[in-house]
């Protein structure tokens, strides 16, 4: 359905002469009276949930609220902003009771699927007896969480740290590295995003969403993407690179090294094959640990494994996770070896809502669903579905320019040009409003803003892909 509507969107009426003249007349009434006659929509698939009657505040009172009383950095999505106020499973529904299609699963975050009853009971039944405690006192889901997280990471990777968010997780592995190592510098990867705190920022490699201040001695490395990287997927080069500016921009020691194995912010860029192991490799000999920011792509989203790290063959010293692990909860971790750990108890090191009994119950839930419903093979099976439908577009579609990924975690680049590979940034959010009027709800990445970004939640059906 997804892949349908997509081709629906993009692929204009009548003879053009380029992807962009296409879609302005797509979406305007240039077409001649008969080319522009109603083609019949893909139906949405048959879905047994009726949502409730909306009595609340309205889409338009909500916006004029939000200017007033929230900060001016808030951004939201199309130009008439969706007021979502229902969802179940991999379907969203506005004010008006319109369904829509989420393929962005509220940006990477809900994995199992909108209010999901084996974890709307854990959490119903957690709070009526303890809503919130700390860890100055003993409670069971705490322990019965990290001891399940823990079960599902490979190596030593044993000691558990709850946090809020996936910002908190890496400044918290940023500290651990910097402590164990006895060094500053951190290496981080352009293109990567790992959170809006002023520590996280200067790790982050995108300028759309840093704030001009000290970094903090943060060293950005060339990005290794298949597809717009100056190696294309010479993994090697990319990692003499790393070598290189380690041996001639530093002391030659780092604290660390940081990366996402799929960049989900800077456009669902998949690491070129085989970096991760020798940038591990020059890392460590230089003093540093290795990080793996598995916000986005962990909890078997890719199919192919459970972790995205896992897909470099590699295993790395510190992995920091949120998103997912919560199916929307506030929560985030950082999983790390019983050695990097014991540097935390140097002095006190403390999170008041860490491990929150709810949040900890919930996130056991969540990964119960996962193994019980076996979402990673899941993602496999649609992923592989999908991509053969996109890359079928690709073929027939001259702006798509890439369509890459894994499992139900993939980027759909468009370009005016495939040889320059120009962003199609005007066509992009022409089609992007498309696709919401269609019924289908995508995220949008890359720091041109010209890649669509399908993450659903791991409910996602093939019906839902399309056939």
Not at 10 to 29: D, H, I, Q, T, Y
Not at 115 to 122: E, G, Q, T
Not at 255 to 262: K, N, P, Q, R, V
Not at 333 to 351: D, G, H, L, Y
Request: aromatic share 8%; glycine share 12%.
């Amino acid at each position: 359905m997804a892949a349908s509507l997509l081709r629906r969107a993009a692929a204009g009426r009548g003879r053009c002469p380029s992807p962009a003249e296409s879609l302005r007349r797509l979406v305007s009434s240039e077409a001649a009276p008969e080319q522009a006659l109603p083609r019949p929509l893909p139906e949405m698939p048959p879905f047994e949930h009726r949502p409730s009657p909306y009595a609340g505040m309205g889409g338009a009172e909500i916006l004029e609220k939000r200017k007033k009383f929230l900060g001016p950095s808030l951004f939201y999505y199309y130009q008439k902003p969706l007021n979502i106020v229902e969802g179940k499973m991999q379907y969203l529904y506005d004010e008006q009771g319109k369904r829509y299609l989420d393929c962005f699963g509220g940006i990477v975050t809900v994995s199992c699927g909108h209010c999901h009853p084996d974890i709307v009971k854990a959490v119903q039944e957690q709070t009526k007896l303890l809503q919130h405690t700390t860890t100055i006192y003993l409670h069971h889901a705490i322990v019965e969480f990290a001891e399940a997280l823990a079960s599902k990471m490979p190596g030593n990777l044993k000691v558990v740290y709850f946090v809020n968010s996936g910002t908190e997780a890496n400044e918290l592995a940023m500290l651990m590295a910097r402590l164990y190592s006895g060094n500053l510098g951190m290496v981080a990867l352009r293109n990567g995003y790992h959170g809006g705190s002023a520590g996280t920022i200067g790790l982050t490699g995108l300028q759309t969403w840093k704030y001009p201040i000290p970094q903090g001695e943060i060293h950005h490395v060339m990005n290794p993407d298949p597809y717009r990287g100056a190696f294309g997927s010479d993994a090697a080069a990319y990692a003499r690179e790393v070598e290189e500016h380690i041996n001639f921009g530093s002391s030659g020691r780092v604290g660390g090294f940081i990366a996402e194995t799929f960049q989900g912010v800077g456009g669902t860029v998949e690491l070129a094959p085989g970096y991760l192991k020798s940038v591990y490799d020059t890392v460590r000999k230089a003093g540093g640990v290795c990080i793996a920011d598995e916000v986005q792509s962990g909890f078997g989203r890719t199919g192919s494994n459970y972790w995205g790290f896992q897909t470099q063959d590699v295993i790395p010293d510190i992995v920091t996770m949120a998103k997912g692990i919560g199916n929307g909860l506030p929560l985030g971790a950082v999983v790390t070896t019983p050695e990097i750990a014991s540097v935390m108890a140097q002095k006190i090191q403390f999170n008041t809502f860490g491990g929150n009994p709810v949040c900890s119950a919930g996130g056991l839930a969540v990964l119960k669903v996962l193994d019980k419903e076996k979402r990673q093979a899941h993602c496999a099976d649609i992923g592989a579905h999908l991509v053969e439908r996109l890359k079928s577009l690709q073929q027939k579609h001259e702006i798509i320019g890439d369509v890459r990924g894994r499992g139900l975690m993939l980027g759909v680049e468009l370009v005016t040009d495939r040889t320059e590979k120009t962003p199609a940034k005007a066509e992009t959010a022409v089609l992007f409003e498309k696709l919401k009027d269609l019924g289908v709800l995508v995220g949008k990445g890359g720091l041109h803003g010209n890649v669509f970004r399908i993450k659903p939640p791991m409910c996602f059906s093939k019906d839902d892909a399309g056939q």
